[in-house]
Each structure stands twice: as structure tokens, then as C-alpha cells.
């Protein structure tokens, strides 16, 4: 009920705020992958879809292919930048499609359009440090046979894809077993830190030239073209041919060399995306177009109300579940033990799965992100109320029912003032863990402290890390010192007394 009601608020807030531009659309929402390419081209899409007067939000950095491909399908997204490669090999493998014009139809299947190509192929191949494929003679993919014991990483999406190192694998007939995933920012450093020798590369990618990497020769022809395309919703092409027509002006207008010199100005030079992507539509379109800028405090701001947003609804939730079941499993114990047991098993699910499981529920956002944190805080209200109440002395309880109070008397009167420093230290537990939890939330467009330390570590700004890490800490220590402080307020004097020794 708590997820359904703050969906409600949020999509109302929305609807609310946004200005109504023509015919059915009121804001569009274009999504991008988390990197840094597929950020540029969605401040591309975003820009463009602005100059027409229409209000419209970039969601970036919505984590993998599946998570953006399920959001355009629902309509939390209406646009976003695709690869046929993907599209043909991952996203619809299982309908064999063989060219553009089967593609098309397929995606019609789903109410989805594709532009044409916007002119660059960017494929996913295989490399290594230039020095090192010299010293063992490897030029050729099919060359790492002969290297069983190299240390392979591939980024995380790329392990499990369709299009990736199962098949590759396979196709190759590669021997190598020390082979581990990671995210596709870290894996260039741990290339050049010798951490790993070979990982997979997007083909445009800034990094190759610049840390002097070899790409080596797909000599079997594993990997399809993936050439770079616009993905939206059936709606968005009928009701708004304005914006359908500026976003399709970037059809066949951007190079190999343009996109790669584009992610260049974004992670070597550390230029600000939404910047990149206007100095291109300008220099190549003509477009004039006005970039927001936002000063560090007023980031900061946005993050921190939206980071309070996430972990005080959750809270509130698991407090006003958590409390009451927790008093039910002390006064019905079998029960109890059941109810304890599903709160720990729901905590042993790791933080992204319970975000992803989320998605086909509520969406992509803030919804998924309170109701995953919401599941989370449960266990430790819940087990701190049981362990509480049932910690009272027995002598205690014979007293009070000797007096004749009735039952709801003696647990607001008597037990739970008892109780009270221990659930208090349930809630304090909880409140901590959500500060710190709720960063990964910007991985499904919740935003909050995680949206800065996401970009920081794509970016390899350890500056942008630090902007939001240091919040979420001084974050968790005020939630702990405000606890500590309503501890004096909440927990009757006599059990706030220093035990004697």
C-alpha cells in the first residue's frame, strides 16, 4: 500500500508540473545507458526535444539494455538511444531477425519505431595493453587460444549477454577460466593497473587511444555491426510529430571519428555532457541551444531532498509496519517466527536484485527504490520491537496484570515504554542502512547521493565520488546523533540511567 500510495504522489507531482506543450504529451521522458556515449546521446535527444517547446527529463545512466528496453515498453521512458547489434542479437535473439526491415516490424510488434542508423558503428571488441599484445604476438581474437592463463575481465552486461562472452566464448573456443565481471569504467583501469590483460571495449570509446590499447581483429566476424539508433514509443510518433522530426535530424549525422572525439571531450577533458552534446548540435545542426546550469549548491540540494525523499518514506513505512508486527510476534510466537523469518530472508537478497524486481512492479524511479528500502529496514524494527518486549522481566508483567490493567494498558503504559530503547535502536539501524542503500537507487533513476558518485566513477572523477559519498556520510552520522538525541525524549528517564558496576 505504501508503494502504491507514494507512486501516486509522484506520478500526480508530475503531472501537476508539467507543462502541457500539444496534443497528448505533456513530458517526455529520454532514458540513456550508464555510459558515457549513451549519456551524450541522450543529452542529445533531450536538447533537441526542448527546442520544440516541450518539457522533458533526462533519465541517465538507467543502468543495462534490459532495464531501458522494459522502461521504454511500460512508457517510463518514451525515447532512448539504441545499437542494432543489440537489438538483433540481445534484446529480440529469440525472433532470429536477419535486416533492418524484419527489425522494424518486430519492433512495431511491441509499439515501438527505430530511425534510421545516425551514421556510426560502435562494436563491442576485444583488446588489451598494445605493449603487452606485442610481447606474446597477439594481434587476432582467435590469437588468445594460444593463452589460456590470461586474466580476463569483461564488463558485467557483457558476460551474460546474448551478444557476448558465452558466445564468444564459444565461437572461439577460448580455454580460459579466470574470467570475472566488473563495471566497464574500472575495467580500462584495471587494464592499465595490470589487474586484468583483456577485457571488452565499445569500439568509439575515448580509452583506447588514450591509454594506448590494442583492439584486437574480430578475424572470425563474432561480433555484428551495431550501428547507433533512436528507439520510441508508437505515441510519441503519432501525437508528436514536431518532436519525432527535430529528434530525427541526428539521422546519419554523426561519424565514427565525430562520436569517439564526443566521449573524448567527455572523459579526457572532463566537459560536462549536456555541454558536449550542445556544441555538437550547434557546429553540425545549427541549433542553438541553451544548456541549464546548475552551481554545486543547487545539485547538492536536489540530491539531498532527493536522497531524504527515498530513505524518510521508507522509514516511515517500515516503522509503522514493523512496530505492530512486531508486538504480534510476541503475543502469537509460532506466527511470530514465520513473520521474523520472511523479514530475513527479504534481507538476505542482495540491494540490486530487490531494485530490479522492483522495476516490473512499480517502474523505474523513486517508487522501486522506497519500496526496496522500505523491505529492507523491516528486519531490524522488527526483530529490536520482539527482542524488546520479550526481554521484560516476567515479574514486571505478574505485577501489572495484578493490578488489574488491561492489556492494551500494560503495552502502551508499561511494556512499551520498556521496550522503547531497543526498538529505538531498531529504527536508528535502519535509518543508517537506508542513507548508505539508497545511493544505489540512481541506478534506476531515483537520483539522490548515488547520481554523483555514479557519474564519478564513469567519469573516473574521483571529485564527483567524493560529492556523493561525503553528503551520504555526514548524512548517516546526523541520522545516528538525531536518534541519539530523541533517545533522551522517547526512552522514559529510569532506563536512560548508566548501569552500575
Given at each position: 500500500m505504501?508503494?502504491?500510495?507514494?507512486?501516486?504522489?509522484?506520478?500526480?507531482?508530475?503531472?501537476?508540473?508539467?507543462?502541457?506543450?500539444?496534443?497528448?504529451?505533456?513530458?517526455?521522458?529520454?532514458?540513456s545507458k550508464?555510459?558515457t556515449?549513451?549519456?551524450?546521446?541522450?543529452?542529445?535527444?533531450?536538447?533537441?526535444v526542448?527546442t520544440?517547446g516541450?518539457?522533458?527529463?533526462h533519465?541517465?545512466?538507467?543502468?543495462?539494455?534490459?532495464?531501458?528496453?522494459?522502461?521504454?515498453?511500460?512508457?517510463?521512458v518514451?525515447?532512448?538511444?539504441?545499437?542494432?547489434?543489440?537489438l538483433?542479437?540481445e534484446?529480440?535473439?529469440?525472433?532470429?531477425?536477419?535486416?533492418?526491415?524484419?527489425?522494424?516490424?518486430?519492433?512495431?510488434?511491441?509499439?515501438?519505431?527505430?530511425?534510421?542508423?545516425?551514421?556510426?558503428?560502435n562494436?563491442?571488441?576485444?583488446?588489451?595493453?598494445?605493449?603487452?599484445?606485442?610481447?606474446?604476438?597477439?594481434?587476432?581474437?582467435s590469437?588468445?587460444?594460444?593463452?589460456?592463463?590470461?586474466?580476463?575481465?569483461?564488463?558485467?552486461?557483457?558476460?551474460?549477454?546474448?551478444?557476448?562472452?558465452?558466445?564468444?566464448?564459444?565461437?572461439?573456443?577460448?580455454?580460459?577460466?579466470?574470467?570475472?565481471?566488473?563495471?566497464?569504467?574500472?575495467?580500462?583501469?584495471?587494464?592499465?593497473a595490470?589487474?586484468?590483460?583483456?577485457?571488452?571495449f565499445?569500439?568509439?570509446d575515448?580509452?583506447?587511444?588514450?591509454?594506448g590499447?590494442?583492439?584486437?581483429?574480430?578475424?572470425?566476424?563474432?561480433?555484428?555491426a551495431y550501428q547507433?539508433?533512436?528507439?520510441?514509443?508508437?505515441?510519441?510518433?503519432?501525437?508528436?510529430?514536431?518532436?519525432?522530426?527535430?529528434?530525427l535530424?541526428?539521422?546519419?549525422?554523426?561519424?565514427?571519428?565525430?562520436?569517439?572525439?564526443?566521449?573524448?571531450?567527455?572523459?579526457?577533458?572532463?566537459?560536462?555532457?549536456?555541454?558536449?552534446?550542445?556544441?555538437?548540435?550547434?557546429?553540425?545542426?545549427?541549433l542553438?541551444?541553451t544548456?541549464?546550469?546548475?552551481?554545486w549548491?543547487?545539485r547538492?540540494?536536489?540530491?539531498?531532498?532527493e536522497?531524504?525523499?527515498?530513505?524518510?518514506?521508507?522509514?516511515?513505512?517500515?516503522?509503522?509496519?514493523?512496530?505492530?508486527?512486531?508486538?504480534?510476534?510476541?503475543?502469537?510466537?509460532?506466527?511470530?517466527?514465520?513473520?521474523?523469518g520472511?523479514?530475513?530472508?527479504?534481507?538476505?537478497?542482495p540491494?540490486?536484485?530487490?531494485?530490479?524486481?522492483?522495476?516490473?512492479?512499480?517502474?523505474i524511479?523513486?517508487p522501486?527504490?522506497?519500496?526496496?528500502?522500505?523491505?529492507?529496514?523491516?528486519?531490524?524494527i522488527?526483530?529490536?520491537?520482539h527482542?524488546?518486549?520479550?526481554?521484560?522481566?516476567?515479574?514486571?508483567?505478574d505485577?501489572?496484570e495484578?493490578?488489574g490493567?488491561?492489556a492494551?494498558t500494560?503495552?502502551?503504559?508499561?511494556?512499551?515504554?520498556l521496550?522503547?530503547?531497543?526498538?529505538?535502536?531498531?529504527?536508528?539501524?535502519?535509518a543508517?542502512?537506508?542513507?548508505?542503500?539508497?545511493?544505489l537507487?540512481?541506478?534506476?533513476?531515483?537520483?539522490?547521493?548515488g547520481?554523483?558518485?555514479?557519474?564519478?566513477?564513469?567519469?573516473?572523477?574521483?571529485?564527483?565520488?567524493?560529492?556523493?559519498?561525503?553528503?551520504?556520510?555526514?548524512?548517516?552520522?546526523?541520522?545516528?546523533?538525531?536518534?541519539?538525541?530523541?533517545?533522551?525524549?522517547?526512552v522514559?528517564?529510569?532506563?536512560r540511567?548508566?548501569?552500575?558496576?
Amino acid at each position: 500500500m505504501l508503494a502504491v500510495l507514494v507512486e501516486v504522489g509522484i506520478a500526480a507531482g508530475t503531472v501537476s508540473g508539467a507543462s502541457s506543450l500539444a496534443a497528448d504529451v505533456s513530458l517526455i521522458n529520454v532514458g540513456s545507458k550508464k555510459f558515457t556515449e549513451s549519456v551524450i546521446l541522450g543529452e542529445m535527444l533531450t536538447l533537441l526535444v526542448r527546442t520544440t517547446g516541450a518539457e522533458v527529463e533526462h533519465r541517465a545512466q538507467l543502468g543495462g539494455t534490459r532495464v531501458l528496453w522494459n522502461a521504454l515498453l511500460t512508457g517510463d521512458v518514451d525515447i532512448y538511444p539504441e545499437y542494432t547489434g543489440t537489438l538483433f542479437r540481445e534484446i529480440l535473439a529469440d525472433a532470429n531477425l536477419t535486416s533492418l526491415t524484419d527489425l522494424r516490424a518486430a519492433l512495431a510488434g511491441h509499439g515501438i519505431h527505430v530511425s534510421r542508423p545516425l551514421g556510426f558503428n560502435n562494436t563491442y571488441a576485444i583488446g588489451m595493453l598494445a605493449e603487452l599484445a606485442d610481447s606474446l604476438h597477439i594481434r587476432n581474437i582467435s590469437d588468445l587460444t594460444r593463452h589460456p592463463h590470461l586474466r580476463l575481465g569483461f564488463t558485467n552486461e557483457f558476460m551474460d549477454r546474448g551478444d557476448g562472452w558465452p558466445g564468444l566464448r564459444d565461437h572461439y573456443q577460448l580455454p580460459h577460466s579466470d574470467v570475472r565481471g566488473l563495471d566497464h569504467d574500472l575495467a580500462y583501469r584495471g587494464l592499465v593497473a595490470g589487474n586484468l590483460q583483456v577485457t571488452d571495449f565499445y569500439s568509439t570509446d575515448a580509452e583506447i587511444a588514450y591509454y594506448g590499447l590494442r583492439v584486437l581483429a574480430d578475424d572470425q566476424r563474432y561480433f555484428p555491426a551495431y550501428q547507433a539508433v533512436i528507439l520510441y514509443r508508437d505515441d510519441l510518433a503519432v501525437g508528436s510529430p514536431a518532436i519525432l522530426g527535430n529528434i530525427l535530424k541526428l539521422e546519419g549525422r554523426i561519424s565514427d571519428a565525430a562520436m569517439a572525439g564526443l566521449n573524448a571531450r567527455a572523459k579526457i577533458e572532463r566537459i560536462p555532457e549536456s555541454r558536449v552534446a550542445a556544441a555538437y548540435l550547434a557546429a553540425e545542426l545549427g541549433l542553438a541551444v541553451t544548456v541549464p546550469r546548475h552551481t554545486w549548491w543547487q545539485r547538492l540540494l536536489r540530491h539531498t531532498g532527493e536522497h531524504l525523499t527515498m530513505v524518510g518514506i521508507s522509514l516511515l513505512g517500515a516503522v509503522i509496519l514493523a512496530i505492530p508486527l512486531g508486538i504480534f510476534a510476541v503475543r502469537q510466537p509460532r506466527v511470530g517466527q514465520v513473520i521474523l523469518g520472511i523479514a530475513g530472508i527479504l534481507q538476505t537478497v542482495p540491494s540490486l536484485a530487490l531494485l530490479v524486481f522492483m522495476i516490473p512492479l512499480l517502474g523505474i524511479g523513486a517508487p522501486p527504490a522506497i519500496m526496496a528500502l522500505f523491505l529492507y529496514s523491516l528486519l531490524p524494527i522488527l526483530r529490536n520491537t520482539h527482542a524488546g518486549l520479550s526481554g521484560i522481566a516476567p515479574e514486571l508483567r505478574d505485577s501489572a496484570e495484578a493490578l488489574g490493567l488491561p492489556a492494551n494498558t500494560r503495552l502502551w503504559r508499561i511494556e512499551l515504554p520498556l521496550a522503547s530503547r531497543s526498538i529505538l535502536a531498531g529504527v536508528k539501524t535502519s535509518a543508517v542502512i537506508n542513507v548508505g542503500t539508497a545511493t544505489l537507487g540512481a541506478l534506476i533513476g531515483a537520483g539522490g547521493y548515488g547520481q554523483p558518485i555514479l557519474t564519478g566513477i564513469r567519469l573516473d572523477d574521483v571529485g564527483l565520488i567524493l560529492q556523493g559519498a561525503v553528503p551520504a556520510a555526514l548524512l548517516a552520522l546526523a541520522m545516528q546523533g538525531l536518534f541519539e538525541m530523541s533517545e533522551k525524549i522517547i526512552v522514559p528517564r529510569g532506563l536512560r540511567l548508566p548501569q552500575q558496576g
